[in-house]
Every structure is written in C-alpha cells, then in structure tokens.
C-alpha cells in the first residue's frame, strides 16, 4: 500500500524552540509539498520541491524552511517556533507524469501545538 | 491564494438522499480535482476531471466542470453515514515553472445522518 507518512502525529512545543517535521513517501514520486490547514482557512501551501535539493516557496513561506536532500523525504523546519504555527501540517507527494499526475497524496497530518 | 471557493460551507443530510457541493475558481485551470477528509486526518483524492472534460463519473462520484462559468459540482448519490467528513476541490495552476501544485478551496462540512 503507497503511503506518505509523517513522523509525528502530535507534536506540543515552547515558543522559540526549533521544529523539525519529517515527511517520507515510498512511491517515487518527484514533488513533494507541504500545507497548513487552520480552520476557516483551509489549506495553505508554505513550501514544495519538485525534484531533489530544489525548493520553491508557496503562499505562506515566511518562518519556515524546508530541506530535501533525498528524493523520498522532506522537511519542515521551524527555527524558532511561534504561537501562531500552531495548526495542522499536511505533507504530500505527486507524480509528474503518468495517469496520476499532480495527484496528491497525503500523509495523516501532524498537530503542532506552540505554547 | 485562495483560488476555489466551495458552496455550501456546510450541508446536512438524511442517509439515502443525494448531496451536491459546487466549487467556483477564478483563473485558467488545467484540471480540477477533489478531495476527501475525514476528521483529523489527511486528504484523500475521489476524482480529477480535465478542463477539456465536461463530466465524470466514479461510483456513486458525480463530477461536472463548466470552464465558461469557472464553476464545479459533486454530486454524491445515495449518501451513507459513511460519506460524513469535508469535501475539498482543488485547481491545478502553475507556480514557479511546475506544473505539480494544487490550490485549494476551505472546503464543504457534509454530515449525513442516518
């Protein structure tokens, strides 16, 4: 069964520690995305990368960072994490070619808290 | 960027009838796709349907896309309790030279029950 997992489901911080969230998926897939979903305003992509060691932002980019260094895995990174990170982060994964192309897959999400 | 808008925000139903959300969009799409969530978990894709499409079908899915209009709609017939989570349409756009990114709407709360 293909599968995007992340690392943690749940994850409560201190205000201005660092945050790492990790995201691997198994289907050889080239673009890998991170989202946040917060009530009432859906989901909002912050990062993607379409290929290793590329990165490009999205809409929400600012106080995060990511890294990809191999095709199957990409991180969120959080330098110094703020009360208002707290949310619900999505990785997924897409195909740029084939039938499925730019058909996202999703991990199950993990619930940052920032107190 | 908000690029889809779903309508309703949120629909009540009774097990066996049929339930129709809408989607509108603003610019040019490639595609335009929707997704299914249960609570607290992540989003699962239903059905993709191409600009050059006008409707599809997947099971008890029922997808129609009018490109004039900038418009969508699911149709899910004879809901089950089951069918109780968000339903979210998502646009296919380019961003940045790739062509692999999604946008998506706030989404439809459906609650079916039996």
């Known amino acids: 069964d293909v599968k995007v997992t992340q690392s943690s489901r749940y994850l409560v911080k201190r205000t201005g520690e660092k945050v790492f969230l990790e995201c691997v998926q198994d289907m050889d897939h080239e673009n890998m995305f991170w989202y946040r979903q917060d009530p009432g305003l859906g989901l909002r992509l912050i990062y993607f990368?379409?290929?290793?060691?590329?990165?490009e932002k999205g809409d929400i980019p600012e106080g995060y960072s990511v890294s990809r260094e191999k095709k199957e895995r990409f991180s969120l990174i959080l330098e110094s994490a703020s009360t208002n990170q707290t949310s619900m982060y999505l990785c997924a994964s897409s195909s740029q070619r084939g039938a499925g192309a730019n058909v996202l897959t999703f991990g199950a999400g993990s619930r940052l808290t920032v107190l | 960027s908000q690029q889809g808008e779903e309508d309703p925000q949120a629909l009540s139903i009774q097990e066996g009838e049929n339930a129709t959300m809408n989607c509108s969009y603003k610019?040019?799409?490639?595609?335009l796709q929707w997704y299914r969530q249960n609570s607290g978990r992540g989003l699962v894709h239903l059905i993709l349907?191409?600009?050059?499409?006008r409707e599809k079908h997947s099971g008890r899915l029922r997808v129609t896309l009018d490109t004039s209009k900038k418009s969508s709609s699911l149709l899910i017939t004879a809901s089950r309790a089951a069918d109780t989570a968000s339903y979210f349409c998502?646009?296919?756009?380019?961003?940045?030279?790739?062509?692999?990114?999604?946008?998506f709407g706030k989404g439809t709360k459906l609650s079916v029950k039996p």
């Open positions: 990368s379409y290929d290793v060691k590329m990165k």
């Open positions: 998502a646009t296919g756009v380019r961003y940045g030279g790739s062509q692999g990114n999604l946008i």
């Open positions: 610019t040019s799409i490639n595609n």
């Open positions: 349907i191409r600009s050059n499409e």
